[in-house]
């Protein structure tokens, strides 16, 4: 117990990994998911059918910005398969209610006014089938007072701008002033003067979205008096919490979760402040008819909010003539950001040596959706960090490596600083970056291949281009867990207890490596399910937290459940009042034995051993603990083993709480052809090298490379939400016109890991969630700059755009 609290909220190295690894880092090891989900044969929350189930649809706006004056709904009520219809001005809905988010809020169950198009207002209506709901909600009849709309954050700054948000925000659209909106390191007006050359640019990211294949959906089904619930959520542990202050309060012990399969899930609609609206609209409905509800969004709700870095962004560099930056200042002014906290200029501060950075981050109210963290919410920081270097290396005719190289460091010190903190922390000290980039030369002969922007002509007549960019590996930013492992009767398998949405990482696999090394178990004999509540919640999916979090709670409990295991070995067993049996181990102490391959054994002697299901014996007739009784054996008694069972759990505040400097660093590649005819761009090559401290699962760790690409490349090159400027409406939320990357949209792409041992997280492991999905896509602007000679001032890279910046459009 010891070790484990001196490692609660880690700040250095882990003092106590393992000698030896044998399922940690190996490949091969088979997905707990694999089999169903490759089958076809995994049940998510939308396949879920219960007997005599309703389904719920909401009325939209459909304006930018509206109020309900008034509303009939009595043509709706009256049409066929019809049961219920619950209104915004319902006398038993409350003013307000816990609806979500990280932190308790309380805001309106169904509102009566609209902030963009398509928000959910008013109604919800319960009907026999989808397509009887939607048929009467085309039956309410609403009297709309319109209101004027902004969509443009530079057009809400302006002083008649109308105001986006008036009940929240009536002072005007600028809202975040004075919170946590200035990041300042030093002197900008002294590093200016000290530079060599100072560049002026900016750009400008237009809406994105965290669009998958399930539509947002849940049940809601009332068992008596107790709430049963399937969520499809990355935050159970929220949902609970919410549920249980509804409807005049529910005890958490009464209320029963699942929590399915994920048909993809980015963060996004899990972080909104209304996302268990719909929850609470199917439980009162749920109450209301007496049958179970399924409350269902359709694609285009799909599209409720966005990415973090909608906006526009000004930089202005000082910057020597061998790279070095002297100082950076600039503005990033966004739209709709519900948690306006992380900044865009922090990986500056914490990746770099640059001494003078003055960034500021306005937050501004527009009539669209929420903008949230999806796919990460350091998208804004990345850009920034891409840009500016590229931006450097360009202006200077550097190699943007050697400009990188040049300006690591963290906080504004060198790499000497660096390592003696690495050091300090009991860390290896290695090169981080320095590392990743050999690695990512070699894959994609950068040293061959690079060359100066706009001097390479292929013989296909497209321009070929190459780019590079960088930044920290993700670390867990915060975040605890809780975490318990039994020991079955019978056959001594092991499983783990701890509820989590699992959206498909492998994570629940790289659990049970790490629980199978920590126990001396073989891999099969563990096992982890974690879509019931078992009374323990794990760390949800998170600014790459999980694996930090939730690998130390499972080694926490992994290394208690085996020193109970040794314990219950050298003790007698079947010890009641009238007696006991002799230990399994008679003489032994715990220290003299040690488990492997399922299997404890004598450290002295390995030949006297006993498998663990040995140990624990059969379950029988006389309940759990017994098989039978030693009738015959003088005495009338039964022997059994103690049960074996352990938790174990973990606090961490991480990066965001603690500034732990950031150690670990990864870096990619990309390779690209552009038609200077078309505008298109084709994306040939991409490598992603990430040094993760300590593999764990390869499996995983290049799943979220390969996957992270493809939403890299497509954020960077085709994704994007637009609205019409006359009405407002969104005119392509649909997965038709909303162009996500499909699999032929990146020619080859090659997968690098590095193992440092420089992670805060168990055995030096840090986070790889993310990051390369985060990183990637400022990464096609240089490249497409390194091909044409020409920037592209605004993303995604449409060919449009390119076709705009070579002065033919």
Wanted: charged fraction near 25%.
């Amino acid at each position: 117990m010891k070790r484990i609290s001196e490692l609660l909220d880690n700040t250095k190295s882990d003092k106590y990994p393992l000698e030896h690894y044998e399922n940690i880092g190996k490949r091969g090891i088979r997905r707990l998911d694999g089999y169903e989900k490759a089958s076809g044969r995994a049940s998510y929350t939308m396949d879920i059918h219960l007997h005599g189930m309703l389904y719920a649809k909401f009325l939209k706006s459909p304006y930018a910005h509206a109020r309900i004056r008034s509303m009939d709904t009595s043509r709706a009520a009256a049409y066929p398969g019809v049961r219920a219809i619950l209104r915004y001005d319902d006398p038993e809905l409350p003013k307000s209610a816990n609806l979500g988010g990280h932190v308790p809020n309380n805001i309106t169950v169904l509102p009566s006014v609209a902030y963009f198009q398509g928000e959910e207002v008013g109604a919800v209506i319960a009907a026999d089938t989808e397509n009887i709901a939607d048929a009467a909600l085309d039956l309410v009849e609403v009297e709309w007072e319109e209101r004027p709309f902004v969509l443009d954050v530079v057009e809400a700054l302006k002083p008649d701008a109308p105001l986006a948000n008036p009940e929240t925000y009536p002072d005007g659209n600028y809202y975040n002033e004075g919170f946590l909106d200035i990041e300042k390191h030093g002197d900008v007006e002294k590093g200016f003067a000290e530079a060599d050359l100072t560049l002026e640019f900016q750009t400008e990211r237009t809406a994105n979205t965290w669009i998958g294949p399930e539509r947002p959906c849940g049940i809601f089904r009332w068992n008596g008096e107790y709430p049963e619930v399937w969520l499809k959520h990355q935050h159970p542990q929220v949902a609970k919490r919410a549920i249980s202050s509804w409807y005049g309060g529910i005890p958490m012990n009464r209320i029963q979760l699942h929590c399915p399969y994920q048909g993809a899930s980015f963060g996004g609609w899990s972080h909104c402040n209304w996302n268990l609206g719909p929850y609470y609209c199917a439980g009162f409905l749920a109450k209301k008819t007496g049958k179970p509800v399924k409350w269902v969004f359709d694609r285009r709700e799909d599209f409720y909010g966005g990415e973090m870095d909608e906006g526009s962004y000004f930089f202005k560099v000082g910057v020597k003539k061998d790279g070095t930056i002297t100082a950076v200042q600039g503005t990033a002014t966004l739209a709709n950001q519900w948690f306006p906290v992380f900044g865009a200029f922090h990986h500056l501060s914490e990746n770099t040596k640059i001494q003078n950075i003055h960034g500021r981050l306005k937050v501004i109210q527009v009539n669209k959706g929420p903008t949230v963290a999806t796919r990460c919410e350091q998208n804004p920081n990345c850009l920034t960090l891409t840009l500016v270097f590229e931006h450097v290396a360009a202006a200077l005719g550097l190699d943007p490596i050697e400009v990188a190289l040049k300006n690591d460091g963290a906080e504004g010190h060198d790499m000497a600083w660096l390592n003696e903190r690495k050091a300090e922390m009991g860390f290896p000290v290695r090169d981080s970056l320095r590392e990743c980039i050999e690695k990512g030369k070699a894959v994609i002969d950068w040293d061959r291949k690079w060359h100066q922007p706009g001097t390479k002509r292929l013989p296909n007549g497209r321009m070929h281009g190459m780019a590079f960019t960088w930044t920290h590996e993700w670390e867990d930013s915060a975040g605890s867990s809780e975490i318990a492992i039994r020991i079955e009767r019978t056959d001594g398998t092991a499983s783990i207890l701890g509820m989590r949405c699992d959206i498909g990482v492998n994570a629940e696999t790289a659990y049970c490596q790490i629980a199978a090394d920590e126990l001396g178990m073989e891999i099969q004999d563990v096992f982890y399910r974690p879509h019931i509540d078992p009374g323990f919640f794990t760390m949800t999916p998170d600014s790459s937290t999980n694996l930090s979090v939730n690998g130390f709670a499972t080694r926490n409990a992994a290394r208690l459940l085996k020193q109970r295991i040794l314990e219950v070995a050298t003790r007698p067993l079947g010890q009641t009042s009238r007696g006991s049996f002799p230990p399994a181990f008679p003489g032994m102490k715990p220290e003299d034995l040690d488990i492997k391959d399922s299997t404890v054994f004598v450290k002295r002697d390995p030949s006297i051993r006993k498998t663990i299901a040995e140990l624990v014996m059969p379950t029988g007739y006389e309940g759990p603990l017994a098989i039978a009784s030693e009738m015959g054996k003088g005495a009338d008694r039964s022997i059994f083993s103690e049960p074996l069972f352990a938790y174990g759990w973990q606090m961490q505040q991480g990066a965001y709480a603690s500034q732990r400097l950031r150690l670990c660093r990864q870096a990619h590649f990309m390779e690209v052809e552009v038609d200077t005819e078309t505008g298109e761009v084709d994306v040939v090559k991409v490598v992603n090298v990430n040094d993760v401290g300590k593999v764990v699962s390869w499996e995983g760790c290049e799943g979220q490379q390969y996957g992270g690409t493809y939403m890299g490349v497509g954020r960077g090159r085709s994704e994007e939400v637009i609205h019409d400027p006359a009405t407002g409406v969104m005119l392509n939320g649909n997965l038709l016109d909303y162009k996500i990357a499909a699999i032929n949209d990146v020619g080859s792409i090659d997968t690098c890991l590095v193992e440092t041992g420089m992670g805060y997280g168990p055995y030096g492991t840090v986070g790889i969630a993310e990051d390369v999905a985060t990183d990637v896509p400022a990464l096609i602007s240089p490249a497409v700059f390194n091909a044409t000679g020409k920037w592209v001032d605004a993303f995604p890279i449409t060919p449009d755009r390119v076709l705009k910046a070579l002065g033919k459009s």
